[in-house]
């Protein structure tokens, strides 16, 4: 008993000095931990710095470009050369002995070109400048902004409406939680619509007989988003996918069949949820219950309504650049049209884009108008500089590119852009979509007074000309 006694006694003593080491350990280890974690954010921030740095270099050398246009000089070939220089630079270019912390990879995690690859040469310049501001802004934006909101999003229970929520979704989803919470706002909006068995079941129909717009569908399949690997990259599965979903969209919706646009929508609804079925039901729920009816109507009634309600909408918000606009004679139609036909499949970079889609699944197509706003007062500055339609115009050709902060588009967007009624908006949609169909029912007037006079007159040959029978028989 007594040697029992004298081990115990050691062991106590020697539990007691090893917990010491232990928590000694553990303070040793936070501390470094903190340390390390202190140096990646100021490696992360110095990296960003340094994208900055550089984007202003090749911006630099962009305006010189056009400031010289074609002019045959030793400084024109300098400057070609610098500008082939700066498109060539890689990450392997930079010193062994200094890690590249997060360096910019050729695809985005959605499988998007992050580097767009242009033919035009002073595009290509663009575009390296847009991808290094992209990754600029991420890292600088990862501690303060990212992590916070991964937070938040990972103690968020289960999804129920509430203003919260709306809130969240604005933000932006984290991409580990998109596939589950997009499933969830499309459940919501096609309860009503679903049925077990339903994608199956129009497959099948597919199989049995071809559907008129099959030919149609299978021409833009190479044409949806040709800067994405995963639709063009040919063992990718996701054309395959892509096809069977608007097909069976096609059976699903006689009255719309196929319009192009909606292969992007689908295109994109696949990406994020990866799975065939979930996409076909968020088209269903884009095309049936967001956009108005009448959105993908042969006459597209509806998407000409909301280009009217856009432009009142900016005579309201940004009067001093829709006066400068209309000074100039442009229809920003030619641009805006396709933003709301594809919820801005085509104009966002992906980072920014599916953030919009957040939001648009929840809240609808006011969400669409509130970043047509915001894109235009984003880039306000720039347009009013320019005093040339063409330049106006060129420019619109690929602005939205060039917006790399998703924090400041979305505070423009729902805060700068407030009050935005919805009530204001029904009324302004109604009021346009009744005078466009007075004004197509007008023209199908005219267009019946027309043939009608036509064919009440005989087919008069032009003194001179000769007639389709003349010479019939003749060799």
Known sequence: MEHLKDDIEAYRTQNGFLNSEIHQVTKIWRRVAEKERALLTKCAYL?????????????????????????????????????????????REASAEVPELSPISEYDEYGFLTVPNYEVEDL???????????????????EAVERPLRERWAALGELTPSVELKQLL????????????????????IQHLWSPGRYQELLSQGQVHEHPAARQIELDLNRTF?????????????????????????????????????????????????????????LVAIVETI???????KTLTSSQADQRVLRDLLSEKLPRLMAHLAQHRVDLSFVTFNWFLVVFAD??????????????????TKVV?????????????????????LEIY???????????????????????????????LRQLRTAHRERLEAELRELELLKAEYLEARNSKAPAVPEGCASEDEGEGEA
């Open 369 to 389: 108008f509130r970043y047509a706003l915001a894109i235009f007062k984003y880039n306000e500055d720039e347009i009013l500089r320019l005093h040339d339609s």
């Open 291 to 297: 956009m108005p009816a009448g959105y993908y109507s």
């Open 47 to 91: 990296q960003a710095k340094n994208c900055q740095v550089e984007s202003k270099y090749l911006a630099g050398l962009r305006r010189l470009q056009e400031v010289m246009g074609g002019e045959a000089s030793q400084c024109s070939e300098l400057l070609r050369q610098l500008t082939q220089e700066a498109l060539q630079w890689e990450a």
């Open 226 to 282: 040709p800067n994405n690997k995963h639709f063009t990259c040919p063992s990718s599965s996701f054309p395959d996918k892509l096809r069977r979903v608007l097909l069976a969209f096609s059976w699903q919706n006689p009255a719309i069949g196929y319009c192009q646009g909606l292969n992007r929508l689908a295109a994109i609804a696949l990406l994020v949820l990866e799975e065939e079925e979930c996409a076909f039901w968020c």
């Open 124 to 142: 290509k310049l663009l575009a390296k400048i847009q991808a290094l501001e992209v990754h600029s802004h991420h890292l600088l934006a990862h």
């Open 347 to 364: 104009s966002l970079i992906s980072n920014i884009l599916l953030r919009v889609w957040d939001a648009f699944l929840y809240e609808g």
């Open 394 to 424: 060129q420019y619109l050709r690929f602005f939205t590119k060039t917006i790399c902060n998703s924090q400041k588009l979305m505070n423009i967007a729902f805060n700068d852009m407030n009050p935005f009624p919805m009530k204001q």
């Open 170 to 189: 604005r933000a932006g989803v984290p991409r580990e939680h998109r596939p589950r919470v997009w499933k969830w706002l499309v459940h919501l909006r």
